[in-house]
């Protein structure tokens, strides 16, 4: 058996036959028909056999998984690289169903005189989109690295491509043509402390402050990737009470969702950033508030509209196996009334964005961590089968 870590988990559609795996990081996009593992720094992908990969809707069509986001993002270039062309790819698909939207309700309207708008326009957001297909980058032979600089470059192009589409063909909506929405959860930080000295309502406020400045940073960090191309908007979810507060990037209050279900049926984020702190604060929240169709309904199947970044306790709830969590202790299960011990949260199982036998153990390093993991791994594969895979995320490489 062979421990795997990485400090970013690039999820791009992939599955590994191998019990543990480690690396700086690996994608999935399951625009691409085949399924493997890619890791930061180029160790030998995993190769998948066939009844792995027989069926793959379940899965984050484009994920990014971390332990920390000032190493697994901020200092990543390979991750940045990913996460850039996945936003570029949601653009562009947005794009195309938008203009395909006009042209079908221009028809509608002039049945005689055609489409009022120009049709180079649909063509042009069709090649940006074609361009970006995932297939002709990720889809190559199971041992070879994945070229950063060809998939920022297509993701520059059609940035500046879709920025300069037609004007004249822009919706009737206040927002930006070029938008990037990122839905902020850090429920999992708001978990209150047991044996805090604080009171629940300083915990609360500690909490909050920290998570807008934690948001902050992944704003200005997408700014800065994206652009003068794209305007982001952002907000945050707490999946607590489902309510929707600090929106930044403009004041317009009608270009961000009213609740958390709106934020998914209608506002459809491009990035869903589900921050860390308690897992099984953020486990509970997600099951007690129903988030979990919301999130697969994003982030899955052929209609994924959102990129989906977790980090730590985030990206523990996206692999298949929550009980992960449990390995270090860090976590107190004493904040879920009814599950207070780590055996109340045996086998409990989280989003398998990465199939049903992958599941996530952050903040990984091999001196303190080598041998839990693979103890661990064998119970798991005890219980799920001989299909299970842990992937280990490192705080840094």
């Known amino acids: 058996m062979r421990p795997a870590a990485a400090p970013a988990l690039l999820v791009a559609a992939v599955v590994a036959a191998a019990h543990s795996s480690r690396g700086a990081s690996a994608w999935i996009s399951r625009d691409a028909p085949s399924s493997r593992v890619s890791f930061q720094h180029q160790l030998p992908p995993l190769s998948a056999s066939s009844d792995n990969v027989a069926d793959t809707s379940s899965w984050a069509k484009r994920a990014l998984l971390i332990s920390s986001f000032s190493d697994g993002v901020v200092n990543s270039p390979s991750a940045k690289a990913f996460l850039k062309f996945s936003i570029a790819t949601t653009f562009a698909t947005e794009q195309s169903l938008r203009v395909e939207e006009m042209v079908r309700e221009s028809v509608l309207f002039s049945p005689c005189a055609g489409p009022s708008i120009d049709l180079n326009s649909l063509e042009d957001v069709d090649a940006a989109a074609a361009s ?126 009213k609740d958390g279900k709106e934020a998914f049926s209608s506002w459809k984020p491009h990035l869903i950033y589900v921050e860390g702190g308690n897992t099984f604060w953020l486990q509970h929240c997600i099951e007690k508030g129903d988030w979990t ?42 904040v879920v009334p009814g599950k207070e011990t780590y055996g109340d949260w045996n086998g409990c199982r989280g989003m398998s964005f990465m199939g049903p036998n992958a599941s996530i153990f952050p903040h990984y390093d091999d001196e303190s961590w080598e041998v839990v993991v693979q103890e661990k791994t064998k119970q798991m594969i005890e219980e799920d089968g001989d299909d299970v895979t842990v992937y280990s995320l490192h705080e840094w490489e």
Not at 188 to 208: H, I, V
Not at 308 to 329: E, F, H, L, M, P
Request: glycine share 6%; aromatic share 4%; hydrophobic share 35%.
């Open 132 to 257: 970006l297909s995932s297939s002709s980058i990720l889809e190559a032979e199971p041992d070879a690295p994945i070229d950063l600089l060809e998939m920022e470059r297509r993701a520059n192009d059609v940035l500046c491509q879709l920025s300069n589409h037609i004007s004249s063909d822009k919706d009737t909506s206040n927002e930006p043509t070029n938008c990037c929405r990122i839905l902020y959860i850090p429920t999992a930080m708001y978990a209150l402390n047991p044996e805090s000295k604080n009171t629940p309502g300083k915990q609360r406020q500690r909490a909050r402050a920290d998570g807008k400045k934690r948001r902050n940073l992944v704003v200005k960090t997408i700014e800065d990737l994206l652009g003068d191309h794209v305007t982001v908007l952002a907000c945050t979810l707490d999946f607590d009470d489902g309510s929707i507060k600090q929106p930044v990037g403009s004041d317009d209050d009608s270009l961000f969702p």
């Open 293 to 334: 169709d919301d999130l697969l309904a994003a982030c899955t199947g052929n209609d994924a509209y959102a990129v989906y970044v977790g980090k730590s306790a985030g990206a523990i709830v996206a692999g298949s196996r929550v009980d992960t969590a449990t390995w270090k202790g860090w976590d107190n299960p004493a």
